[in-house]
């Protein structure tokens, strides 16, 4: 297989829709991303206004002169998909219906969210409500080409999606009906006890993955350093190679023929003068062997 030329390879940063949705791929492109992650809308709120005919051509228009790829949103922090609740779970699914539709209008590749919390109910409960919410999706993912990732969570409080076998659970339930896919976290797994912190760690982990997943299902990275330890079930991130991972995972990803395509989005802290380091840096990366 041809190798990618390392100025090619999809690699960016959680860049900030602040002033107009635009921005964020033009703070892409100043620190020199081929990809970006947004959100579509206000994080922070259930109601938000779909996206207008202007805002759609002005973000297809430019991310197409700057020659950005795969962009990928995040959903609202707020969605909970397992929710226990009705309330809670009908503002949920309500709220990623119009993340679905604003993904369309925008063109985006991928819609990356954390599967979900039990709260007060079962792990189990939790996750065949997920599966629920995903299926009843179904019409309105087939109308665009966005896929759904689930991303891998670092298991904190009652979340989800901690164990591989989580992720496979719901795919094996879902991936007939609609388009769906992991995001690896690279903080949150090590976080969830899968260890990154060498090259055989690394390999290890992706054959697990492989194992009980599927690397087919594997469509994109959150490349973060943990600031807390391997298997504590917290989730901060940190800068790469200043955390409790170390840096030989980022060099493993950035080479490994399984992983190098991938696309990889940064959400380290301390933002774009320190991802433009870091966007370099694992551009670099990739052309060691």
């Not at 904190?156 to 896919?181: D, M, N, S, W």
Request: hydrophobic fraction near 35%.
């Amino acid at each position: 297989m041809q190798k990618t030329p390392k100025e090619n390879l999809l690699i960016g940063a959680h860049t900030s829709t602040a002033g107009g949705l635009e921005n964020a791929l033009l703070e892409g492109a100043e620190i020199g991303a081929t990809t970006v992650q947004i959100f579509t809308r206000n994080q922070k709120r259930w109601n938000n206004k779909p996206i207008s005919e202007e805002e759609s051509v002005l973000f297809k228009r430019l991310q197409e002169e700057l020659g950005l790829k795969k962009i990928m949103s995040h959903d609202s922090y707020l969605i909970n998909l397992g929710s226990p609740s009705e309330e809670g779970l009908s503002k949920s699914r309500s709220a990623f219906t119009e993340e679905i539709k604003r993904c369309h209008a925008l063109g985006i590749t991928f819609l990356n969210f954390h599967p979900g919390s039990a709260l007060d109910s079962s792990e189990d409960q939790c996750l065949d409500t997920i599966v629920e919410s995903l299926l009843s999706f179904e019409k309105d993912i087939a109308i665009g080409d966005t896929r759904i990732l689930l991303e891998a969570t670092a298991g904190q409080g009652t979340c989800v999606g901690h164990k591989f076998e989580h992720l496979a659970y719901i795919i094996e339930r879902t991936h007939h009906k609609i388009p769906i896919g992991v995001c690896i976290d690279t903080c949150h797994i090590f976080a969830a006890g899968y260890d990154l912190r060498t090259k055989e760690r690394v390999d290890h982990t992706l054959h697990e993955f492989d194992k009980i997943v599927g690397m087919k299902y594997l469509y994109a990275f959150h490349m973060n350093d943990s600031l807390k330890p391997f298997d504590s079930h917290r989730d901060r991130h940190a800068p790469l190679g200043e955390g409790e991972i170390g840096i030989e995972c980022f060099k493993t990803l950035m080479t490994h023929p399984l992983t190098r395509e991938i696309p990889k989005y940064l959400e380290t802290p301390e933002g774009p003068s320190l991802w433009k380091k870091e966007i370099a840096m694992l551009r670099e990366f990739s052309t060691h062997h």
